[in-house]
């Protein structure tokens, strides 16, 4: 084979029933449990994510009922100190690091690849491997139920308290190899949305014209390799000081306790928004249609997202104001806790502006954002209070802070996921789900949510520490915590509905057709759900509202759906130039594989290998897992690809 | 999709809660812990309450005008989806998101200032305080040891810190275990104990009254039960506590809690001091005039006689995990020690 046989243009083609059915035979997955498991179909994968991160979400609700229980009233001995400490140490974690960002990845990894019209990511087989290893990195953590040892010291994990000498058995070394292991999958994914992002976008999507929605993930995936590294070590070196008697963290010994509070912060505080920002640009990307108007102020908005990230980068500090810093420490980070308002003031009445203007209607994912902002008020307020260092002084560790996280996280990123679910199931599954429980469920999510949390804010007025698994009852928070905890079983119930609602629209749901919304994204142009393939034809983009260009009349040129690049000789894609996303190469896309899988498996055993100092495992574990890679990474002629330039 | 039923707005259930918030802070005499009240010159009353009306204001200003886009959009002629919806693109957007955004800008800015003028006018006391108290936390009490430059004058407690008022008082705080945070709400916030680390942090009451106090730091099995109470006097009431704290414990008289003390300095003196009697473990709370004191086991209990029989025969029913042990005494051995313990006045 001779170099000029790599050369090749694509060919311009209609988008024909011969085309499709070329593309769906060699789109096709395998089928049976093998092709299950070696699919690299960004769809099935994001469904997947979706599934397992709400499966995460349930487990975690499940733990912060129990512990409502026990704090319904005063002196209840429901759950031993011991069993409270694991609950709301696993509550935490499973809630930040295994639903939260993944809820978030499920949706990007589904949607990414149909907004910006393309066939899949850039790396599908990375992206399979990074599913699994998010799986099983949430299954090693919860083995460590299984075997009684669950994380007790938060999800915070602070040394001394996490250290060998307080804490001697697996409890924290589950966590902390969990942790690594859920640390790869999320910066392998960043890397993967990063690159889909900047280099395989449709022909003519530039990179103003991308939609909100790519703005929110790129910028969080740049945030998580940015800041994933912080927390992998901290755990790294919590592990070396755990096992190997290293001195990272003792204090009797050089070390110091707050340098895992830093470390751990570094990424923590990114962390927030890495988990909330995806969220609110899938809002803004959603909001518009169901307002009939273009995004108001989109521009704004997408800096105020990358601004909101880098901010974020300088707020560490104000988990720990009260350890003892000098006053010109606690003047700055203060100064940016409040100052980071501004860039989310901007979303916020970019919001407003959208529905007052538009001509909002009122379906259930509607609902959902409009609720979404009334939560996102309380969330940012009472964040921007905390951002006051001698009123944190107070407001620090009470449950005031608890009602904060809660309505930041349940606020800015559950109702927002809801109403994306609403918004985007019928794309995913062909069929809507039902607005009329979606309409119940979202006013009982709604009650439960402000019902559960924002007595909260009282009880930390009123001095209720976090963490305590029983108080007095001459405090004065008995009334407010059996508020909360009826508050609770509420939005347990509302989310039960969505639930049903999901499992009843399956099956029962009606026809969505390509477009249920109207909607003005690449998303709408493809069936519902979409072929293997997603687009039969490459499109060729002319604005940010591809669908929308008729009614709207805002480009000279329209945008071409039905005639662009057939790239149907074996699986293809199109990558093209960053900034003008101009035609590049034709991407050869892998075929489904197991490596991914038995790769993470065997990482995963890898892990657990390490975690109980079984060193000939360590090795036969490295040793199969060089072997898949190599496997993995063999160059095989039929992927060959050359920088291939366009006529 | 046909035309869609009313509902009220989204806004309306958050509202009632504004008004309990509003009157439960107003009602807050039954919240020991409450910060939303309290005095001293370390407290940040004006700046928490100047934050909590500031956001409240603008919760209602948002959602005032989150209610009126949407009550606008209700009265639109209703759209029919799939198919046939108008889509338009209305110019103005811009020019009120930068309005809100010159307006947010303002506001923050005040604050900043505000809070950076509150860090520095409450960093130092604001006269050299004549009292130092070194707090150490542990497993989950407070050691309480009142330092001075006359060695005589130095003496322990523990959960129970007495401090004249009107004037500041000095902390230095230390951990030697896991990091706890000093909290006594209605006089200041939060100051954490880090090990390896020493920091110092002052407050002052200016009205004669019981405070309490909590860790707020979690730190293992008994973070809940990590009470305290700092009591401030009138100073001459304060000097003579102190004269009395500095004096030994009293030789019981009675038979039973000469026996007792028997028991105790068998049974108990490898961790508890008792000054002037051979009693002189550090590991627990120093008991020398322990009927001085209000509570127990670091504010779980009142200091009452069954109680403390009670806290005495099983700690680990009452706190579990705590590192008293059970100390398996018979019946009659439990009152001695309790009669024992009920001289150290």
Known sequence: MSDADYFRAPVLANDTQALRRRLENTWEGEPGIRGWLSTVDHKTLGIRYIVTAFVFLALGGIEALIMRLQLAQPNQSLLSPEQYNELFSIHGITMILWYALPILTGFSVYLQPLILGT?????????????????????FLYTSFLVGAAPNAGWFNYVPLSSQASDPGFNIDFYAFANILLGISTTLSSINFIVTILSMRAPGMSINRMPIMSWGTL????????????????FFLLWLDRRFGTQFFKPESGGHPLLWQHLFWMWGHPWVYIIVLPALSMVSQALPVLCRRPLAGFSLVALATVLTMMLGYGVWLHHMFATGLPNISLGFFSAVSIVIAIPSGVALFAWLATIWSGRPVFTTSFLYFAGFIVVFVIGGLSGFMTGSVPADWQLHDTYFVVAHIHYVLIGWNLFPVLGALYFWFPKMSGRLLDERLGKWSFWLTFLGINLAFFPMHLLGLRGMPRRIYTYPPDMGWDTINLIVTTGAFALAVGLLL???????SLRRGVLAGPNPWDGDGLDWSVPSPPPPYNFAVIPMIASRTPLWERPLSHSYELSSLTYGYALDQGKEALSTTTLDALPKAIVKMPEDSLAPFLLSVVLTILFAALMIQSWWLVILGGVVGLAITVGWLWPRRKLAQTAGTLP | MRSHPRYPSSAVPALPWLAALLYSTAARADAPLGYLSGNGPRNVNHLTWGLLIISILVFVIVIAILLIALWRGWWQPKITFPGTAPVYDPPGGVRAIYAGLVLSVLVLFGVTVWTVATIASISSPPQKPRLTIEVTARLWWWDVRYLSDDPAQTFTTANEIHIPVGEPVSFVLKSPGVIHSFWVPKLTGKTDLIPGQTNVTWLQADSPGIYRGQCAEYCGLQHAHMGMEVIASQRPRFVEWRRKQLLPAQTPTAETAKMGRAVFMQRCSI???????????????????????????????????GFLSGWIADPQHIKPGAKMPMASLSGPELNQVRDYLQTLQ
């Open chain 1, 219 to 234: 910028t969080v995936s740049v945030g998580s390799v940015l800041s994933v590294p912080a927390v992998s070590l901290a």
């Open chain 2, 271 to 305: 961790c508890h001091t008792v000054r002037g009697t051979p009693a002189g473990g550090v590991i627990g709370p120093d008991l020398t005039h322990l009927m001085s004191r209000r509570t127990l086991a670091a504010a779980t209990l009142p200091n009452r006689p």
């Open chain 1, 498 to 504: 969505t639930l049903v609602n999901v499992v009843l």
């Open chain 1, 119 to 139: 066939r899949d990511m850039a790396m599908p087989r990375l992206n399979a491997f990074t599913y699994w290893v998010f799986l099983f990195s949430g299954a």
